[in-house]
């Protein structure tokens, strides 16, 4: 039972954290490019932010917005 686990954790260890080794190694020398996925997903965000912001105010511009308070059944 000991050589199983042993086995996942080499699995682990050698084969599905090579990406993150890498990452932890490259940050020591090159912080930016180690959070360049962050960096991404932060201007991914951002975009879906403002284009989420610029939807509602064209709904509401259009008067599609129903702002009543008994738009839910909950509410009444």
């Known amino acids: 039972m000991k050589a199983f686990f042993e086995g996942i954790q080499w699995l682990f260890e050698n084969i599905l954290f090579i990406l993150h080794n890498f990452l932890r190694e490259l940050e020591l020398n090159h ?3 180690a959070n360049i996925i962050n960096w991404g997903f932060m201007i991914i965000c951002a975009v879906a932010i ?27």
């Open 50 to 76: 403002v284009y989420w912001c610029l939807q509602l105010k064209s709904h509401e511009d259009n008067g599609q917005e129903n702002q009543d308070t008994t738009a839910h059944s909950f509410l009444k």
């Open 31 to 33: 912080w930016f490019l």
